[in-house]
């Protein structure tokens, strides 16, 4: 998932409402890029990957019998290596995105099948990528919109699976394991707690399942990417932090607007005070995703990028506490560049981008605005960020105003289990050091059969990509363990 | 759970729809007479039982969020014997009916909190009761029972726990088990099985939680009632085989219904064909219920009867091949007199009212309909009943009819994992030889932490009802077992 996505929620200004729908457009820019690049091949890779693209007629709602109506769920199926009959089932459980991009991006499951003669499926998530309820109305109320939860997509999955062991000839006794990463690691860990039926295991990688209220301190999300740019570069951190009242002070004036506006080459220049403001939020939100996918080689997951694009940009950013306003904004619009052209092919950065359709923002959106409910925090201390308290009750008005709908606290963990899970049974929980995510995650071994793996050098979720020469051993010793886990699944079920 | 319940559905018959109205008014009747009993202090004993009853806000969806709005969730709280801090819970899962029913039935609740030093909860299930999402509304159409699911149920109780246990000076750490009866025991299985960080386990009792599409013969529900029959006296069974065709000549005339009618002292005289059905179908609930209340001790749960009803019946039923329709039927109206007349006080038996408010018996329709489909079918050969097959379609219509709905075969299956349990922990599955539902229980142990407790000598879950000097040994050993089972999740939790 997008750090930026809760985050762009819970910043409540005076101007709240403005804010949000401005710096929620600077994600849907990024968004919109990301979804206009699915079908691109997987990026370390030239392994042309082959499947098949499946629907399945799936009820709109799982826990109610008023609305009887299906809609097509999406589905990939790749079953070249699939020793049938009772082959095992590598089952993605899709997060919020189109399903095909997750396809390519999990290189993973890929390498692996052949080796245990699976079968792979990946299963969108209702209201993302083609799997919408109500087609193009999906979106166009909070009626509509009320069958996006995530209870209702493990159903999905659960049903799809059944649907699969019964009709497809040799999959009767086929053992599922379930895969995810990200919001879909957390689907992988939550199928398994709540279908054990259905799946014999999960992984779950990335996956924050602890990011809820009450369960990890809200301000270790940032802490995480604050050490990210500390340990890339002499100063990193402590030029972004002095960065943010470097912008207040060249912003506080119209001739300063403009300056910045030409030093980040946006295509939309900052006008007023409240532009600054959101220009704030999308610089934030451009330090957490280089967090996210600082990964050890050139990629292309969030955006083109050379490798480890932490050190890269922190080259940018190495002053002395002498720095003036206008040199270390100099660097920060360097540093900005590298993440968003490094390529050298934009024009001009697009913070100001008005909002058009990308369903997955706005599904994920939706979902922040009711069941995930992930505090985040930071105080500029043990952060470089400006402070910023979590505020359920304004955090609950704006989804209001947007949705007509308010978050539930508590849900997710009474749903989940919470802290309490060590009844359940085969869930490896990864990951990455490097990773924000990794603060809300389960980093430790809960009892023998819940069991963390941590990769110390990875980012979000390293381990689900395509093996790279670049990678650490420590990622390749932890997709080592996961297949070994895997074997005693399958052996057992 | 009434068998008669689901029975009436399936009954599928040129004149469906008049049959299942005719038939499901008997029922009201019954269930009338039994809801009319509340706050009749429990049968076998004198003790006087003492709680608070207190009402929780609960969300009407928890699934969704379109419905924000709550309702007064009843529940009844009994803390005299609760050592705090952090004294077990032991929390009825309530089933569908008034919850004080229920706590004034449950006898082995309120003799085990002094030796565990627990509180006792029971809570209402939703749409029971005074536990009604919409009021007077609840059941006014499809879209108000919308909210009527096992899932929302349970999700109440976890969420009301959750709330006693964070608001309850000293019962922040106290483990919880949830304990129930029939419907009420599956939930109590399903509750540990989907909210594990919730209950540290589970008693079901009588909870016929395989009493689902393809897990076992749709024919076994009814063979128990009749090897119930069959065992309490010389030809009982047979006779009972025998009595329908002799309804079926003696009603083919005017004269004959109007003799039926005197010799049963039915209220409203049968008319037509169609009523000489209902008749048949009463009686064929009556012999159910009989199963279900065959306890060794005079009791008033269904209907004031006494010890070993079925003994009793069966003294009006011992009759030779030879016996002609007259007799036979004065026989069995006889043996209907024990169950509608053991007290004398009934002038004549209740047939046809009209349907008037039972609420619990129309939710539990309204849950066969959509969730809790039940196949039962009958042979004449392995049972005493007329031969009627399961037809999934004919139901399904008669759902639709009744409330535009229509039922979910595989749901029940697929959501609380049909025979495929062996991940789960900390369940006991309590069942009794001679209880009908048993057929769909699970009567072996799955796990040594899955455990099955069989008593032979008991009806429908003889082992929740107070001790009773009558009671056979192995309801005490159960009772024992039980009890060791509490101590160990407690020493865990």
């Not at 990509?465 to 390749?476: L, Q, W």
Request: include cysteine; proline fraction near 5%.
């Amino acid at each position: 998932m997008a750090g930026v996505r809760t985050e762009v929620l819970h910043r409540v200004t005076a101007a709240c409402v403005l804010t949000l729908w401005f710096s929620c457009s600077h994600v849907i820019a990024l968004k919109s890029q990301l979804f206009t690049r699915l079908g691109v091949s997987p990026s370390s890779t030239e392994t042309p990957i082959n499947y098949q693209t499946l629907y399945f007629n799936q009820k709109i709602d799982h826990f109610g019998f008023l609305e009887d109506g299906t809609f097509k769920h999406r589905y990939l199926v790749a079953d070249e290596h699939w020793k049938q009959p009772g082959g095992p089932i590598l089952f993605y459980t899709g997060n919020e995105g189109d399903i095909t991009w997750f396809c390519n991006n999990t290189g993973f499951m890929w390498e692996i099948a052949e080796e245990l003669g699976a079968m792979l499926v990946f299963a969108e998530h209702r209201y993302y990528g083609e799997s919408l309820p109500f087609g193009q109305d999906s979106y166009s109320d909070s009626k509509h919109l009320n069958f996006l939860t995530s209870e209702q997509a493990l159903a999905d999955f659960a049903v799809l699976i059944e649907n699969l062991k019964s009709s497809l000839p040799g999959a009767q006794h086929s053992p599922v394991i379930a895969l995810g990463g990200s919001y879909g690691g957390m689907l992988s860990a939550w199928f398994r707690m709540k279908y054990p039926n259905v799946v014999v295991g999960a992984l779950a990688s990335s996956a924050p399942i602890w990011q809820f209220p009450g369960m990890v301190p809200c301000g270790d999300f940032y802490r995480v990417v604050t050490q990210d740019f500390a340990r890339s570069g002499y100063n990193c951190d402590a030029s972004i932090r002095k960065s943010w009242k470097a912008i207040n002070n060249i912003s506080s004036t119209a001739s300063g607007l403009q300056w910045l506006s030409e030093e980040f080459s946006l295509c939309s220049p900052l006008k007023s005070k409240s532009d600054a403001l959101g220009f704030k939020n999308w610089l934030q939100e451009t330090w957490v995703n280089l967090a996210m996918v600082d990964y050890p080689y050139e990629a292309n997951f969030l955006q083109p990028l050379p490798r480890w694009p932490i050190q890269v940009v922190c080259k940018y950013l190495g002053f002395d506490s002498t720095v003036s306003d206008d040199q270390l904004l100099h660097g920060v619009a360097q540093a900005a560049k590298v993440y968003y052209n490094y390529t050298g092919s934009s024009p001009c950065l697009n913070t100001s981008q008005t909002a058009t359709g990308s369903l997955g923002f706005l599904g994920w959106t939706y979902q922040a605005c009711t069941e995930m409910v992930m505090p985040m925090c930071t105080d500029g201390v043990q952060d470089m960020f400006e402070p910023e308290e979590w505020n359920f009750q304004a955090f609950s008005d704006e989804c209001n105003a947007m949705f007509g709908v308010r978050p539930r606290a508590d849900w997710a963990g009474v749903v989940y289990g919470g802290k309490n899970l060590a009844s359940h049974s085969n869930i490896i929980f990864s990951n990455g050091g490097l990773d924000p995510w990794s603060a809300g995650g389960v980093t430790f071994n809960i009892t023998d059969s819940l069991v963390s793996v941590v990769i110390p050098e990875g980012a979000h979720h390293l381990d689900l990509r395509y093996s790279n020469d670049s990678d650490p051993p420590s990622v390749r010793a932890a997709r080592a363990l996961v297949v070994k886990y895997f074997r005693e699944w399958i052996k057992q079920g």
